[in-house]
Each structure stands twice: as structure tokens, then as C-alpha cells.
Nanobody, 119 residues
Framework: VQLQASGGGLVQAGGSLRLSCAAS????????MGWYRQAPGKQRELVAS???????NYADSVKGRFTISRDNTENTVYLQMASLKPEDTAVYYC??????????????WGQGTLVTVSS
């Protein structure tokens, strides 16, 4: 499975960005896609995930501001980010895997896209 992410960039606080990630290759067995992020000096954290049935999960820090969606026909997942804050600055990684008992287990990773939010 190959994941190609795009859409990062520089935005002012309060602004919006949309990230996209297209999956290709042997995607059989993948039912969940998600976005993680890693800020400098911090651990990678799950931002949001979405199952093939549309069930979503968000980190508390982004609830109400970020929206994850997917197009199953195009094997693409999106992350619409609004009301961005400087603390959202990080490299964002697209991922794909499976969800078991409401827990997401990523197996594949994209290359990462940098989001920088200026104050």
C-alpha cells in the first residue's frame, strides 16, 4: 500500500487547510484510514481516523475544529482543518490500517506533510 499525502503549508492562526491522502496498491484488508501528527520534540499522536463505514474518532484537542472524511471510490482520505492554532504546527502523516474494538492500528504510512500555523 502506498499513501501519498498533500495539502500542507503555512497558514495564519484562525485559518484553514485541507490535507488529502490517496491510497494505492494492494489495499485489501484496509478498513480504516487516519491522520497522525508529530510536533518537534513530541511523540506522534493520532489526530483523527475514519473507518470504511464512516465511523470517526478525533483527538480531544481537535474536536470541533477538524473534520475527517473519505471517498471510498477513490481510496482517498481528507482532513479539513479549521480555526488552526500555533500548537497545531506539526508534520502530519497519513496512515491506513484496521480498527479492532474501537482502536485503530495503522499498518501503512505516508511521507508526511508539514503544517505550520503562525501566530
Amino acid at each position: 500500500v502506498q499513501l501519498q499525502a498533500s495539502g500542507g503549508g503555512l497558514v495564519q492562526a484562525g485559518g484553514s487547510l485541507r490535507l488529502s491522502c490517496a491510497a494505492s496498491g494492494r489495499i485489501f484488508g484496509i478498513d480504516t484510514m487516519g491522520w497522525y501528527r508529530q510536533a518537534p520534540g513530541k511523540q506522534r499522536e493520532l489526530v483523527a481516523s475514519i473507518t470504511s463505514g464512516g465511523t470517526t474518532n478525533y483527538a480531544d484537542s481537535v474536536k470541533g475544529r477538524f473534520t475527517i472524511s473519505r471517498d471510498n471510490t477513490e481510496n482517498t482520505v481528507y482532513l479539513q482543518m479549521a480555526s488552526l492554532k500555533p500548537e497545531d504546527t506539526a508534520v502530519y502523516y497519513c496512515s491506513a490500517g484496521r480498527q479492532y474494538s474501537k482502536t485503530y492500528f495503522p499498518s501503512y504510512w505516508g511521507q508526511g506533510t508539514l503544517v505550520t500555523v503562525s501566530s
